[in-house]
């Protein structure tokens, strides 16, 4: 707990009272009497795109209209001394609201699980305690819809510090992130990885999604691979998803498919995610788009020099000087 802002027990269930109501009012999900309830998860990496491709793509589509998501910013207006903190700053605010927020969203997904609401969870990576959660769901019936993201660690690094550059100066909640602590979620990752596939196997109807998000797609995150749960312990690959054929990279030469059978049975996701994270940006288009890619957003920068760390021109300065030489 933060020792600037202490909040107790009371304030988390007074918190919880206030989000209760609205929301949790949704319908959820009965098949012949039965409750049979659902959970949407976007996971990759800080700097992968995951809000993103949940709220301009996923949510968009409608189907997720009576899933309850278990983490939203304004959730941190909630914390006692949430005022109090408001004049040191949006980077200020965010650090000394985590503990509060992690203790809140702890609540809602209890609660939403043990009443089988359809949930929305994302997840960076960054806590080895998501790998014990796909089990836990699965068991309570869960059906799971995991969107993996795989994207380049330095190229999401640049898009940590690029949103943070822009989030600053729209006075929008936000944290920078160092590229050690997304290597270190790789640390991480291949047990929450395997754990969301996993969970994939064990309810039909089940599917998994992995994304390739970068500079050879354009920043979009683009469907690679698409397999699906015909019945409990396979994974069957898909020839599309939703009917849009996969992107096919020159760069690197991975057949992205995701099986599970009696005869493989064993996760395959993390191998194909890790590959695109630690590939090197080594072509010359490549270079030469980090590089304008870190001038723009060291630019912006510039105009907000007093409410930015010297971490993030420093990491910024780095880059361009990395991907600027031949």
Same mark, same amino acid.
């Given at each position: ?75 941190? =207006? ?43 969870? =994302? ?50 909640? =936000? ?8 290597? =270190? ?142």
């Amino acid at each position: 707990m933060s020792s600037l802002y202490p909040f107790t027990d009371t304030d988390l269930h007074l918190a919880f009272r206030k989000v209760v109501d609205t929301l949790f009012d949704k319908k959820r999900d009965y098949v012949d009497g039965v409750l049979k309830p659902k959970m949407l998860i976007i996971a990759g990496a800080q700097g992968s795109g995951k809000t993103y491709l949940l709220e301009k793509t996923l949510l968009k589509s409608g189907r997720y209209d009576n899933y309850v998501r278990l983490y939203e910013t304004h959730f941190r =207006e909630l914390h006692p001394h949430y005022r109090a903190m408001e004049d040191k700053g949006v980077l200020h605010v965010y650090e000394h609201t985590e503990p509060f927020i992690w203790r809140l969203g702890a609540m809602i997904c209890s609660y939403a699980m043990e009443n089988k609401y359809n949930i929305i969870m =994302e997840t960076a990576l960054d806590s080895p305690h998501f790998a014990d959660f796909p089990l836990d769901a699965a068991q309570k019936g869960y059906q799971s819809e995991v969107h993996l993201i795989a994207c380049q660690k330095e190229f999401s690094h640049w898009s940590t510090l690029d949103r943070v550059v822009n989030s600053v100066g729209n006075h929008e909640l =936000e944290r920078v992130v160092s590229l050690t602590q997304i290597e =270190e979620a790789q640390i991480n990752g291949r047990s929450i990885i395997d754990a969301f596939e996993n969970a994939c196997i064990e309810v039909p109807g089940s599917e998994i999604v992995i994304y390739r998000r970068g500079l050879e797609t354009e920043k979009n995150s683009l469907p690679v691979c698409h397999s699906t749960c015909p019945e409990k312990g396979l994974l069957v690959p898909q020839q599309t998803y939703q009917g849009r054929a996969f992107f096919r990279g020159a760069d690197l030469k991975i057949n992205f498919k995701v099986q599970r059978s009696p005869q493989a049975d064993f996760p395959c996701s993390y191998i194909q995610y890790a590959q695109v994270v630690h590939a090197g940006l080594l072509g010359s288009e490549h270079r030469r788009a980090m590089a304008e890619l870190n001038c723009k957003t060291l630019g912006q920068a510039q105009r907000l020099m007093s409410q930015l760390p010297v971490d993030v021109y420093r990491e910024l300065c780095l880059y361009v000087l990395k991907y600027a030489q031949r």
